[in-house]
């Protein structure tokens, strides 16, 4: 059984920086792309950015390109999301998510992930 767990969500100032942690349990953590998704209240669950199983490909979603990083240490089977220059509009739950098929490349759409982690809030005051 696949269990994700996300940590370091807060509330930050408009133009500050938090990194989310995401740690991962129940199989080879380094045979699986990953990704991070959002949610932000009365809104649909959004990708926000993605990574491949080795780290050496990633892949953003528009609205975070160039202030987010995504990345990950398969040593310690986590994956980060590194999240500067924040905005009002980053306000929300951000989720991990892994597929149950191993698979190399980053993906964005929702429907490739089947394991979600809790959340974690993220909140941005303007």
């Known amino acids: 059984q696949v269990q994700l767990v996300e940590s370091g969500g807060g509330l930050v100032q408009a133009g500050g920086s938090l990194r989310l942690s995401c740690a991962a349990s129940g199989r080879t953590f380094s045979s699986y792309a990953m990704g991070w998704f959002r949610q932000a209240p009365g809104k649909v669950r959004e990708f926000v950015a993605a990574?491949?199983?080795?780290?050496?490909?990633?892949y953003y979603a528009d609205s975070v390109k160039g202030r987010f990083t995504i990345s990950r240490d398969n040593a310690k089977n986590t994956v980060y999301l590194q999240m500067n220059s924040l905005k009002p509009e980053d306000t929300a739950v951000y989720y991990c998510?892994?597929?149950?098929?191993?698979?190399?490349?980053?993906?964005?759409?929702?429907?490739?992930?089947?394991?979600w982690g809790q959340g974690t809030q993220v909140t941005v005051s303007s």
């Open positions: 998510a892994a597929p149950s098929q191993a698979t190399a490349q980053p993906m964005g759409a929702i429907s490739e992930y089947d394991y």
């Open positions: 990574i491949s199983w080795s780290g050496g490909s990633t």
